[in-house]
């Protein structure tokens, strides 16, 4: 019986051995899934490292307002339809910028390390330098929806008394005498001149290959533009354009510029975010950029940027107390700005490579 039992015994131990075999493999293989998860965070870590280190004195501002209004749309989260959505693409836009600052700097480093650049190093320092127009568009087009994320109601009246107070008329009812077609397209002119005034800063400063001062007026522009829009989101005005409509004896007839902004109007226009007039703030601060940088630029623009800020009230889209706002925030936008630019890491290493295959030329004023 003691024989059969240490028989029993060692066909048990026998029959045991096996599956020590695939408890060992599941423990390897548990092993191996913690240690490429753990890589693959590291990796994650490293790379948002990286790109933080490559992001400059724009991006500082530019993902601060985004994480603002995100937080803002997490606290006054029953003001808005879907706001989750919207949370979301802040994330979305905010790795977007991150993730264009990561590759350009790698872009750069591989440049360097080979002495010239292909179409891959010119593509990326191209859209890294030229990124931020795009992203004024997307926060100013999704005030649409924030307008009244912190107060239900219009606060136009305010303004209308301001005006009236100031002036002692309604200044958009009263430029109406003087309307003609003539005049109305000259105005309507100088309003899309506001288009134009950043890229034509920038891109002198582009060509010249002087990125200080290209980032420079960026980030003049990005501050300007996001004390404006947190303005916009606790205190929102919609415009004359609504707010007296009916008050005008006949729209504002006029010639092919008229048609145009008729057409950007009707399918662009963001109703709200009226005050402070970001179109004001915007070329005002462009303006501080010129005058600092390229001084004979700034007198250039100079009687553009005023004619624009008559038209937005002759057009209808501003009250005179909105292009004061613009002109305020214009104006701090590029004091701090330029606070913000003495930090020793406002410009990147990457910002400041010279794209290969160009002449490097010496940064001049003239």
Same mark, same amino acid.
């Given at each position: ?9 060692? @066909? ?22 913690? $240690? ?14 990286? $790109? ?23 606290? &006054? ?101 003087? $309307?003609?077609?003539?005049? @109305? ?27 200080? %001062? ?11 533009? %996001? ?7 606790? &205190? ?38 009226? &005050? ?91």
């Amino acid at each position: 019986m003691n024989r059969d039992l240490g028989r029993y015994e060692g @066909n048990a131990q026998t029959i045991a051995m096996p599956a020590a075999g695939p408890v060992a493999h599941d423990r390897a293989s548990a092993a191996g899934v913690t $240690a490429g998860s753990e890589r693959i965070v590291d990796w994650i870590v490293a790379e948002i490292t990286a $790109a933080r280190a490559a992001s400059g004195a724009f991006e500082w501002v530019a993902l601060g307002y985004l994480g603002i209004s995100g937080f803002l749309m997490v606290l &006054f989260r029953e003001n808005l339809a879907h706001p989750w959505r919207l949370v979301a693409m802040q994330c979305f836009v905010a790795a977007l910028v991150l993730a264009l600052c990561r590759m350009e700097a790698r872009s750069a480093e591989f440049t360097r390390r080979n002495g010239r650049a292909g179409f891959a190093g010119r593509f990326w320092h191209f859209w890294r330098h030229w990124y931020p127009h795009l992203f004024f568009l997307f926060c100013f087009e999704e005030l649409g929806k924030l307008v009244h994320l912190a107060s239900p109601g219009w606060q136009d009246a305010k303004l209308i008394a301001a005006d009236y107070w100031l002036t002692g008329v309604h200044p958009t009812i009263w430029m109406e005498q003087f $309307a003609t077609p003539a005049r @109305n397209d000259f105005m309507q002119f100088a309003y899309l001149t506001y288009f134009i005034y950043l890229l034509v800063v920038g891109g002198v400063l582009y060509y010249r290959q002087d990125w200080r %001062g290209y980032w420079s007026v960026m980030t003049y522009s990005v501050v300007a533009y %996001g004390i404006g829009y947190v303005i916009a989101i606790f &205190f929102p005005i919609e415009s004359p354009w609504f707010s007296l409509a009916g008050s005008w004896h006949a729209e504002l007839s006029g010639g092919p510029f008229t048609a145009a902004i008729n057409f950007i109007e009707h399918y662009g226009r963001v109703r709200g975010a009226a &005050f402070p007039s970001e179109h004001v703030a915007g070329s005002f601060a462009a303006l501080w950029g010129a005058w600092r940088h390229r001084r004979w630029l700034f007198w250039v623009l100079l009687p553009l940027v005023l004619c624009m800020c008559v038209s937005t009230i002759w057009g209808r889209y501003h009250y005179v107390v909105d292009i004061l706002g613009g002109i305020t925030t214009g104006t701090l936008g590029y004091f701090i700005g330029r606070s913000i630019m003495r930090r020793q890491d406002a410009v990147t290493t990457a910002q400041d490579d010279v794209p290969a295959g160009r002449e490097i030329r010496t940064i001049a004023r003239f």
